[in-house]
């Protein structure tokens, strides 16, 4: 009987990519560990840019650690809350802000360009979060695959767009629950009425952005629920103008991301310079083609493909949680529980 | 007369594999002990939960019977004939385990959606287009079908190719129908392998969370959906603990189900020494019936899965009349910095996941003594892929949180993490084919002086060597499409398939289709190369 020729094969591969791979470089004391959510440090995203431009600026080492969404990333910081691995942690949005401030992770730090703020981006009065970049949620079409889009929320329930939506569950999308908030913003305590209403056109509630995004360039739906910047990045690199924002007269809700100093920080000095950091012009005026969101310096000039996004005239900041009781009500009229 | 040099050779080998064994299990119990562990304060989490996992339960377990029913002609076809296709029959078994849902799903749109190629085809022939079954609760069920399908084909046609026929010649001889022969002898000996493969249907619709989501349209919400909400969301540790012991106990119960009608099923023994039957061409009057069959298959999955191929080679986002086919997708990942380094690491982590994979799976055959296992031992040895993924991950950062960072290259801990979870796709098969051996064979090992090293290596491991090899395949495809276990390490090693899911979600859908394109051709080419090696044995 022959043996199985798997087994040198596999240890072949092992051996071979023994050499390649890179010893774990966690841990290292002389770098600031910064937490980040999983697209900030993508080859694309901002995270390579501001470590290269920080050791420049700086003379100080960084180490990009991520571990999935904006969401596990807190869990993460939270639950070493008492032996800290990390300095500073970044992606923190309006959803997550309360919840990181009132487990007393964070410290207060007011960085020096605090001033350069706008009062409705600032995330916590006493600084323990500081706002780095902002976008808001929207409703994006595609000009060729519909004539006339709706013009607000009550729109979006005309027969017309039957089966024309697609948008993310609340429960696992933060621009789906984001999306929640808006129509709780817009509607109040009749929010489950409207989204009884609203039934007919979702076409189907995905798990995330990124599912939902990807069924509307594949041409599934002319209607998705993203950000007012998305149809930038399609200007940018696709050199189409055939996706555009929908601005609704009610407003559009806010989301602004945050970086905090974790408590317990030994390189605190380091910290606070990689915070201040955050919102000097050479990272500010990065963010918009990395994280395709506003800076929240409105200084920055903005790059000629952001003529697509256009920022609403009103702007809903939610100033508390959607109640779980609330989210529950939508999601039965929606008939997804 | 033992011959001491090779005894203790083997001795040590032994023990040594005994010891990672213990090692890798230990890469799973850690993480699941520490989630449900936080269940106890939580209580009961709502009537709404209990609706869901009903829902769950009955989308999975009608997966599942589909599943076997689509795959049982499949299973014959490559087990008792000889075809063109069929290495790629074998090879598509690699979808489910390597092709990221999220990718996936977006075949199935492509292909299926409303503007997709199907409903064109059919409005252009028929004036309508007939395909409506995504968003809808159906239409869980179809896209689980076609995605899992495989799964079956592999699993029974490795079990049935096996299978020797002498019981099968003598129900002929005695006058027995081809349906009679089916149902009361062939379906009876290959039993446990279809119990196996229905289980591991059963438990990946049951996790799915993607796929569900979005194809089941507005019809209702699945488990793993309440587990990220409490998990990820509401960061209610508490409450995620409850969901998965919930999870788990069910997804056992019915895995348990499957195990006890195969021990009453299964009565049959083969000799150690038959080898199966030898392959026939495919005979006219079965060619109708084969091509109506694959026809079936290329239009169900290599459709969707076509879709995701021709997207990768559309250059930019949104299909329009000026679409520009070429391989920028390709060339703009192969350029990118670091590809090679994750290149390297997958395959380096999905090969040794695969390898661990093995090891694991025959210390357990070899210490479940050589009786078929019973269905208690069955069902428990299905407990690793039991648990969410979700939950895993959530053990994973509770455990870190409170440890040092190991010092390890981060390919062994990706491939730790893996076999850990996945070591059962080669411990059940190969225990279905082990359950097939009479007794007396290893009672005649005993009565000349073998011990249990001899016996696990002489003859528990050259029985299991298909089954085996089958399951490090699977393995393997599962190690490549994986992003959860490179994500718990931290930045340091981004996999392939971590690149793909910051592909997607940086509105890169060509790239991601092009990297999804290239994680199947890698997992078809191990395949291919365990199933070359099969028909050799």
Known sequence: MKQPAILPFLLFVLLAFCACAKPAEAGDPSKLVVYVYDSFAAEWGPGPAIVKGFLKASGIEIELVSSGDAGQTLVRAILEKKTPKADVIVGIDNNLAHRAISEGILLSYRPSGAGKVPPELVLDPEWRLTPFDWGCFAIVWDSEKLESPPKDLEGLTSPEYSGKLVIMDPRTSTPGLGFLAWTVSAYGDAAPDYWRRLKPTVLTMTDGWDSAYGMFVAGETPLVLSYTTSPAYHVENDHTERYKTLVFAEGHPLQVEGAGILAGTMRLKQAKAFVDYLLSPEVQALLPTTQWMYPVDPSIPLPASFKAAPRPAKLLKPEAAVPVAMIDACLEALGRK | ?537
């Open chain 2, 1 to 537: 007369m033992r011959n001491s040099a090779g005894w203790r050779v083997r001795l040590a080998v032994a023990a040594l594999a005994a010891g990672l064994a213990l090692v890798i299990t230990a890469f799973f119990i850690a993480p699941f002990v520490s989630v449900i562990a936080l269940a106890v304060p939580a209580g009961f989490p709502g009537y709404g939960v209990v609706r869901t996992l009903c829902f769950t339960t009955v989308q999975a377990f009608a997966s599942s019977g589909i599943s076997v029913l689509v795959g049982m002609p499949g299973a014959f076809f490559v087990a008792r004939r000889i075809f063109p296709g069929r290495g790629l029959l074998l090879a598509s078994s690699a979808v489910p385990l390597c092709v990221p849902p999220v990718v996936m799903a977006l075949g199935f749109v492509m292909f299926f959606g409303r503007e997709g190629f199907a409903n064109a085809a059919s409005e252009a022939i028929l004036g309508v287009g007939i395909f409506q079954f995504l968003y809808t609760a159906p239409g869980i069920v179809i896209v689980h079908t076609a995605y899992n399908f495989p799964l079956v084909v592999l699993i029974v046609g490795d079990a049935w190719a096996e299978l020797p026929g002498i019981q099968e010649d003598g129900a002929r001889t005695l006058g027995a129908s081809p349906a009679r022969i089916f149902f009361q002898v062939t379906l009876r000996q290959l039993a446990p392998a279809v119990g196996a493969a229905a289980s591991l249907v059963f438990l990946y619709s049951f996790f799915s969370f993607v796929i569900a989501m979005l194809v089941g349209g507005l019809s209702g919400s699945t488990m793993e959906v309440e587990l990220f909400r409490a998990a990820r969301t509401d960061l209610d540790s508490g409450k995620a603990g409850v969901i998965v012991i919930m999870e788990t106990a069910v997804s056992l119960l019915v895995v348990g189900a499957y195990a006890m009608l195969e021990s009453r099923a299964s009565s049959s023994q083969i000799s150690a020494r038959s080898r199966g039957r030898t392959r026939k061409r495919l005979s006219l009057s079965e060619l109708p019936a084969a091509l109506a069959y694959f026809a079936l298959v290329v239009f169900f999955l290599f459709g969707p899965l076509g879709s995701i191929i021709l997207r990768s080679f559309v250059e930019r986002n949104g299909y329009s009349p000026s679409t520009a086919f070429g391989f920028g997708n390709y060339i703009r990942i192969a350029l990118s910095p670091s590809f090679l380094h994750s290149l390297g690491l997958t395959l380096a982590a999905a090969g040794t996941a695969a390898l661990f994979a093995v090891i694991v799976g025959a210390v357990f055959l070899a210490s479940s003594r050589n009786a078929r296992i019973k269905p208690f031992a069955a069902t428990l040895s299905f407990l690793p892929l039991a648990v969410s993924g979700t939950a895993l991950a959530l053990g994973w950062t509770r455990i870190s949180a409170g440890t040092d960072s190991i010092f390890f290259p981060p390919f062994l801990i990706i491939a730790a993490v893996i076999a850990s979870s996945s070591f059962p796709l080669v411990f059940r098969p190969a225990a279905a084919a082990l359950g097939n051996v009479p007794p007396s064979v290893f009672d005649a090992a005993r009565s000349i002086g073998a011990d249990a090293v001899d016996t696990a290596t002489r003859i528990t491991m050259p029985l299991v060597s298909r089954a085996l090899l089958s399951g490090a395949a699977m393995v393997f495809a599962i190690g490549v499409g994986d992003a959860n276990a490179a994500l718990m390490l931290g930045s340091g090693a981004e996999t392939l398939s971590l690149r793909l899911y910051r592909y997607i979600g940086g509105y890169r859908f060509g790239e991601a289709c092009a990297l999804g394109t290239i994680l199947f051709l890698a997992s078809v080419a191990v395949f291919s190369l365990s199933g070359g090696r099969r028909d050799a044995l």
